[in-house]
T-cell receptor, first 108, second 114 residues
Framework: QKEVEQNSGPLSVPEGAIASLNCTYS??????FFWYRQYSGKSPELIMS????GDKEDGRFTAQLNKASQYVSLLIRDSQPSDSATYLC????????FGQGTELSVKP | DTEVTQTPKHLVMGMTNKKSLKCEQH?????MYWYKQKAKKPPELMFV???????INESVPSRFSPECPNSSLLNLHLHALQPEDSALYLC?????????????FGSGTRLTVV
């Protein structure tokens, strides 16, 4: 079992829709969870951090954490073509461990 | 200043060359990291420096040699690389190794070994 697992994608949504990205992790003791966005050929950019159970909202982005189910998700509301990128889920267990990433494509 | 600066942005080197990648941050962070990323794959941790001392070496081949001259600088010395070492090399930093926070990444160095 991989430490951090994501839907393999690619995920395609129409412009204006909600994009839902999911991630599970294996270490129940993990405390810190992150979503990075990576455009093709660029470096990862931190877009959301979440540390406690529940929802955290920042603009069009909502991160959700359920430690009992070892599940983290990212919702992107009103998706835009500029949101098209690979989204990496990461868990900090003393070092940052990444999932495989989900490629999101938002179609105009 | 919330940036991590990496130079050069692109590097092409032969298998017998010696080159260095450089990384600089002025955020007062005390932990710095090197990651390697191949196409369509996630970043993979190579080295961790905490308070200028090597903390983690993820079994990286000796042809990669990290160096942390001071709290703001991190180098990666390259020697006798193989074509399969071609990748995007990312530097990152955080306030501390055990801080539990996310890392800030530089823009990366795209390395091609010929």
């Amino acid at each position: 079992q991989k430490e951090v697992e994501q839907n393999s994608g690619p995920l395609s949504v129409p412009e204006g829709a909600i994009a839902s990205l999911n991630c599970t992790y294996s270490d129940r003791g993990s405390q810190s969870f992150f979503w990075y966005r990576q455009y093709s050929g660029k470096s990862p950019e931190l877009i959301m951090s979440i540390y406690s159970n529940g929802d955290k909202e920042d603009g069009r982005f909502t991160a959700q954490l359920n430690k009992a189910s070892q599940y983290v998700s990212l919702l992107i509301r009103d998706s835009q073509p500029s949101d098209s990128a690979t989204y990496l889920c990461a868990v900090n267990r003393g070092k940052l461990i990444f999932g495989q990433g989900t490629e999101l494509s938002v179609k105009p | 200043d919330t940036e991590v600066t990496q130079t050069p942005k692109h590097l092409v080197m032969g298998m017998t060359n010696k080159k260095s990648l450089k990384c600089e941050q002025h955020m007062g962070h005390r932990a710095m990291y090197w990651y390697k990323q191949k196409a369509k794959k996630p970043p993979e941790l190579m080295f961790v420096y905490s308070y200028e001392k090597l903390s983690i070496n993820e079994s990286v081949p000796s042809r990669f040699s990290p160096e942390c001259p001071n709290s703001s600088l991190l180098n990666l010395h390259l020697h006798a690389l193989q074509p399969e070492d071609s990748a995007l090399y990312l530097c990152a930093s955080s306030s501390g190794e055990g801080s539990g926070e996310g890392y800030t990444f530089g823009s990366g160095t795209r390395l091609t070994v010929v």
